[in-house]
């Protein structure tokens, strides 16, 4: 299990709440707090870390290219603009712990990075765990600006991590070959080649995603990627490598050497090229980072799309889904979701078994129960502390952020209702 730490970064002060101020990031990983607390900030340095730790593992970058001239939190933090994030004081530390590599940062001393002696063995050592070569994407909450955008690659200042999404989001339009279903509302999405316009279709209309409503804007661009990505890594798992062979990483280390030696190619050149000779390799599991999904939905929707980041979570045992959130919905409808797990695996054990599982599919379905092992919810706090929330018998706590804050609502309705008494006597 991958294992993470920030402290001093941005708003983040305190770190994580394991030992050595460490956090674990488990299958299915939940941010929640305020605004400002420092959600997106954790969920970014993880993909960047992540996708690091790949590009090591792949011999696509060096050590030296990473380290060196300051570039880590210099170019790299950039790509999320979070290069002014570090500490004035010099006193930031990052620490990433994956099963490929660890990173220790701090501003005193810069990156350091440490290969896990992982070998070429068939059956790693107990200890360590095998390096699955991920997909990592990172679904920003801007995304509605691209259903109402056209040619959002040329306009400037965007942080690089959102012109990626957009590629990969026209990639995935460009090959649509039939109209889409949406978990929402029974409507589809539907590409049209010709004129290069995404519509949506109901019942008896046809219009614009354009011309929709935010929800839609929000919600199909992280649905569309999402399960593009998930279907395809899952459909190649019989033929995808499990590991690169000795002559397969030294070819590619010759390659990656070729492309960064070559001083007749610019650094944008080199970017394209390593990402082109990177996607030769295919990959095994899928990291998806999603900030906020629950954006401009109704709460019904909210559950649909969760349900369903929560099923492509499921079809593979190494994928990941890291979720920031500002919704209590989500996490109740995640506490079902964990709660039908427990009840499932009874089911399964049960001679009523046929006449409950379609009981069980119409409030959960089976594709999208998780079990409480996999999820890690973490609380960021105004004071800069990242807190696990508590759990009974493996279900999230009632007493979090948000639910207090939803509840704050009925306290202050409680509180008008004196007063109107009070005017009455």
């Known amino acids: 299990m991958t294992q993470f730490k920030v402290k001093d970064f941005g708003p983040i002060r305190y770190g994580g709440v394991l030992d050595e101020g460490f956090i674990d990031i488990g299958k299915i990983t939940i941010f929640i707090g305020n605004q400002g607390t420092g959600k997106s900030t954790v969920a970014k340095l993880f993909s960047t870390l992540s996708w690091l730790e790949k590009q090591l593992y792949l011999g696509n970058l060096e050590e030296k290219d990473i380290v060196n001239y300051n570039r880590f939190p210099n170019k790299y933090c950039q790509y999320h603009n979070l290069k002014n994030y570090f500490s004035e004081f010099g006193e930031s530390q990052i620490f990433y712990k994956g099963n490929a590599y660890h990173f220790y940062f701090n501003q005193h001393d810069g990156l350091k990075i440490e290969k896990v002696n992982q070998g070429l063995q068939l059956f790693p050592k107990d200890n360590v765990e095998k390096y699955v070569v991920p997909k990592i994407m990172y679904i920003p909450s801007e995304r509605n600006f691209f259903s109402v955008v056209n040619n959002p690659e040329k306009i400037k200042g965007l942080p690089k991590s959102v012109y990626e999404f957009w590629e990969e989001l026209d990639r995935i339009k460009q090959e ?31 219009i614009k995603l354009s011309e929709a409503s935010s929800g839609f804007q929000s919600v199909i661009p992280l649905f569309l990627v999402s399960q593009n990505i998930a279907l395809s890594i899952n459909n190649n798992q019989e033929s995808s490598r499990s590991k690169l062979n000795a002559e397969e990483q030294k070819s590619l280390q010759e390659k990656v050497q070729n492309i960064l030696n070559n001083d007749d190619f610019s650094e944008e050149i080199k970017d394209a090229a390593l990402k ?16 906020e999904p629950e954006q401009n939905l109704y709460p019904e929707s909210q559950k649909n799309i969760l349900y369903k980041l929560l099923e492509f979570a499921n079809l593979n045992k190494d994928n990941k889904l890291i979720i920031t959130t500002h919704s209590p919905y989500l ?66 706590s009632d007493e979090n952020y948000l639910n207090i804050s939803l509840g704050e609502t009925n306290n202050l309705f409680s509180e008008l209702l004196e007063i109107e008494e009070e005017l009455e006597n």
């Open 176 to 206: 649509f070959s039939e109209d889409i279903e949406l978990p929402i509302n029974a409507v589809k999405f539907h590409f049209d080649e010709s004129t290069q316009q995404p519509y949506i279709l109901g019942n008896n209309y046809r």
């Open 276 to 291: 082109l000779l990177s996607s030769q390799y295919r990959s095994e599991c899928f990291i998806n980072v999603v900030e």
């Open 331 to 396: 996490i109740n409808y995640l506490t079902l979701a964990i709660k039908a797990n427990q009840v499932l695996q009874k089911i399964l054990d049960s001679p009523k078994k046929d006449s409950l599982k379609p009981q069980l599919e119409k409030i959960v379905p089976e594709a999208s129960c998780v079990s409480e092992k996999d999820v890690f919810i973490y609380e960021l706090t105004e004071k800069g502390e990242i807190e696990m929330l508590d759990n009974y018998e493996g279900l999230p």
